[in-house]
């Protein structure tokens, strides 16, 4: 399919980016890997009148990780680097797996964690893991710089927060501390060439041995990644017994909001939750033990 004409700049600095973004108003789109928008433009869904690639901006691509900050992901950074880099493996494996879990090595070499993230897709890989542990994702525009927290961002399919002219530069994900765990559990019809039709994504601190803290996102199964509060409150401040934690999965498959589409039936993502969730807490209570 021949794509429709549109102006192509490649801009060096984000002030150039912002400014480019500014002059060409709502026909102007972002373009990270493109793995996401040339394909929305490939089917006509989108027609812009400009592209503005982030890739040629220095510093964008940045992964740095600091043991008193924490992780800051650039907004160009490749799935693959991040699903690679020897820090997250260590410091934060459900952010190395929610990366390695999106689409196939051809596509993780393009795309980024943070087109994931603006795209906003009720399944994004990469949501439930960050919203678990209350990242953050740093904007820039024509008024200065501002940081949301990432359960903030998304404001229905296909839509976040961002402003007219805004950029996300990078998302910034707190230290775990000791006796924090992270999970996270996907599962999707045709393995790595589809999109998940339930991905879980959860947080648990562990004190004496009973969940003092817990965040339970949930994608795929809402207009927008969704905590799963009363799963929640089933484990907060209790020992996490395999009793426990298959209550919670049952609340979260109760909460969740799944519609039936292409790649799964509503009935099965409710079962999927209650699954997934289940195996999210223990893995993440294992983690959070070991810690
Ligand atoms: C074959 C295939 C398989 C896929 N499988 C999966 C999968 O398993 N799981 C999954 O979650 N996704 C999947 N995807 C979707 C896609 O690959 C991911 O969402 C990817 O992370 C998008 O990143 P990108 O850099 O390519 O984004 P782009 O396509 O460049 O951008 C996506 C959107 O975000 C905007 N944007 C990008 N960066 C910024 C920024 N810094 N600031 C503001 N706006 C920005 C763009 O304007 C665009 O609207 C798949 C796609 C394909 C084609």
């Known amino acids: 399919m021949t794509l429709p ?10 002030d150039e980016a912002q400014q480019l973004l500014l002059d060409h108003g709502e026909g102007a789109h972002l373009l990270a890997g493109g793995t996401d928008l040339l394909v929305k433009m490939n089917h006509g869904l989108l027609k812009p009148a400009s592209v503005i690639a982030l890739k040629h901006i220095k510093g964008l691509e940045t992964i740095k990780y600091d043991p008193k900050e924490g992780l800051k992901i650039g907004a160009t950074a490749l799935l693959a680097d991040v699903a690679a880099h020897p820090d997250i493996r260590k410091h934060y494996p459900a952010v190395a797996a929610g990366a390695h879990e999106t689409a196939n090595v051809q596509i993780r070499n393009m795309g980024t964690v943070a087109g994931n993230l603006c795209n906003a897709a009720p399944s994004a890989d990469n949501a439930p893991t960050l919203l678990a542990m209350n990242a953050e994702v740093e904007i820039s525009g024509a008024s200065g710089e501002r940081r949301v927290p990432l359960d903030q961002f998304f404001k229905g399919p296909g839509q976040n927060v ?12 707190p230290l775990t501390g000791s006796g924090e765990g992270v999970s996270y559990q996907h599962i999707s019809a045709r393995g790595k060439v589809d999109i998940s039709a339930v991905c879980v994504g959860v947080m648990v601190r562990m004190a004496e041995n009973s969940c003092s803290d817990v965040r339970i996102f949930l994608g795929a199964v809402a207009p927008v990644p969704m905590r799963a509060v009363k799963a929640e409150a089933v484990v907060r401040g209790k020992e996490l017994t395999g009793e426990i934690i ?46």
Do not use: C, N, W
Not at 5 to 14: D, I, T
Not at 162 to 173: M, N
């Open 162 to 173: 961002l402003a007219s002219g805004e950029i996300l530069t990078a998302i910034h994900v």
């Open 246 to 291: 298959e209550a919670a999965g049952i609340a979260a498959m109760e909460e969740s909001q799944p519609i039936t589409d292409v790649r799964s039936s509503a009935d099965y993502r409710k079962k999927m939750v209650a699954v997934l969730t289940r195996r999210a807490l223990m893995e993440a209570r294992d983690r959070a033990l070991k810690s």
């Open 5 to 14: 004409k549109f102006e192509y700049f490649a801009p060096q600095s984000l």
